[in-house]
């Protein structure tokens, strides 16, 4: 009886454990919140070797910050096909990651941050190419660069900037929602 | 108590920290991503914006960050990064040290990181809005 006792009471603790913290873990499902369009956008599959290729960028840098796992790439979103390769949203818990060429970023939708974008050269190096996603309430995105204002339209919470709208590359570039 | 009950309690309490243990680190290793061993794998690291030091303790740790910095020599970089505490506008570049960029992002976010260059490259970054704390630091190799 004493032998079965001491068996049994840690097992049962440790199966406790187990349960607690599987509940714990799945109360916390990674996704974009409801209320930014781009959540509509249909979920899509990326090969275990990209899965990994963008987790490297995005690393500890930024992966535990807005709450990304392995979860997370069950549910990305491509927002366009550009000429340097998908631009993609990847959620966490409470934020998201963008990924686009040999790169990778995350950041916080909010009132006070209502865009997350990122560009890249194209292939020819002359343009800057791109995109990213909004709150609701954003209609344009406007691009301040030395060149002058681009504005972009948003369509379902994204946008997207292309080789036509010809915008050089710059060090100093401002994001405005409009 | 009886020594049976304080036997069984120190078992208990025993295999239920070695649980936890467990689970602790599966939970954490599952946060910080499934392959953080391979970002680590490069020979050395250098903050250059704004607080520099070659291979610190902390390559990301953050302080308040002014507008642009670059690093003052070239490097065969693995990769290159800019961390901030706040959503901001920011740039992020390598410049090969023959002309050109390899690598040129800019964006707005908490930041951003890209991979490497074969060839030797100043590393680069910029940030622009209100004050906030942040990092751009450098992965590279010998």
């Known amino acids: 009886m004493r032998a079965l006792a001491t068996i049994a009471i840690p097992v049962v603790s440790f199966l406790v454990a187990l349960v607690a913290s599987s509940s714990l873990a799945s109360s916390r499902t990674p996704g974009i919140s409801t209320d930014i369009p781009s959540a509509n956008l249909k979920e899509i599959s990326l090969p275990q070797s990209q899965r990994l290729a963008i987790n490297n960028l995005i690393g500890a840098a930024f992966g535990p910050r807005v709450g990304l796992s392995d979860e997370s790439y069950d549910h990305v979103r491509e927002l366009a096909q550009t000429s340097a390769g998908p631009l993609l949203a990847i959620p966490g818990t409470s934020g998201v990651c963008l990924s686009l060429g040999d790169g990778a970023g995350c950041g916080q939708l909010s009132r006070d941050a209502p865009i997350l974008a990122v560009l890249t050269p194209d292939p020819t190096g002359a343009f800057m190419i791109g995109g990213g996603i909004t709150t609701a309430d954003v209609r344009t995105v406007h691009i301040d660069s030395s060149a002058g204002r681009l504005s972009v339209p948003v369509q379902e919470g994204v946008f997207q900037v292309r080789e036509t709208d010809r915008l050089g590359p710059d060090h100093q570039m401002a994001f405005v929602a409009g | ?142």
């Not at chain 2, 520099?52 to 693995?78: E, H, I, K, W």
């Not at chain 2, 050109?100 to 940030?127: I, K, L």
């Open chain 2, 1 to 142: 108590m009886s020594l049976l009950t304080q036997s069984l309690l120190r078992s208990n309490i025993a295999l239920a920290t070695l649980a936890a243990a467990i689970v602790g680190v599966g939970l954490g290793a599952r946060a910080a991503g499934s392959d953080i061993s391979a970002g680590a794998a490069a020979a050395h690291c250098t903050r250059y914006g704004p607080n520099y030091a070659v291979d610190p303790a902390n390559c990301s740790q953050q302080f308040g960050m002014g507008g642009l910095y670059t690093t003052g020599a070239t490097a065969l970089r693995d990769g290159n990064a800019i961390t901030m505490s706040g959503s901001r506008d920011w740039s992020l570049w390598l410049e090969a040290s023959g002309g050109g960029f390899p690598q040129n992002n800019t964006g707005t976010g908490f930041g951003w990181s890209q991979g490497g260059y074969a060839g030797y490259a100043y590393a680069g970054c910029s940030r622009s809005g209100a004050a906030v704390n942040g990092q751009c630091y450098t992965n590279w190799h010998d």
